[in-house]
């Protein structure tokens, strides 16, 4: 229950543009905004990689997507979003929501696959 949900991912060319999306269920207002909400993305045989993250309005990067990914969060909808351009064949993944909470719960969605090809 209250496990994030995202969407958004598919196939796209290098270069090409995805939005990836999470929304956030059942979340106060409050606990929303001093959450911070993450995307990560695991290639196949690879661990789990932190992409970006928010809190408070503050977005943090991997230096691999700077420049060129943007993640914002929209307090009404209780969403987080991933504008991801410039796509590379490493970008290659599935996509994680990650949810944690201010009082240290973490809720992680099932994923999405964002696939690029060369």
């Known amino acids: 229950q209250g496990q994030p949900v995202e969407s958004g991912g598919g196939l796209v060319q290098a270069g090409g543009s995805l939005r990836l999306s999470c929304a956030t269920s059942?979340?106060?207002?409050?606990?929303?905004?001093?959450?911070?909400l993450g995307w990560y993305r695991q290639a196949p045989g690879k661990e789990r990689e932190l992409v970006a993250s928010?809190?408070?309005?503050?977005?943090n990067y991997a230096d691999s997507v700077k420049g060129r990914f943007t993640i914002s969060s929209d307090n009404v909808k209780r969403t987080v979003h991933l504008q991801m351009n410039s796509l590379k064949p490493e970008d290659t993944g599935l996509y994680f929501c990650n949810h944690h909470t201010p009082y240290g719960v973490d809720k992680w969605g099932q994923g999405t696959q964002v696939t690029v090809s060369s």
């Open positions: 059942r979340t106060i207002l409050s606990v929303f905004t001093e959450s911070t």
């Open positions: 928010i809190i408070g309005g503050r977005p």
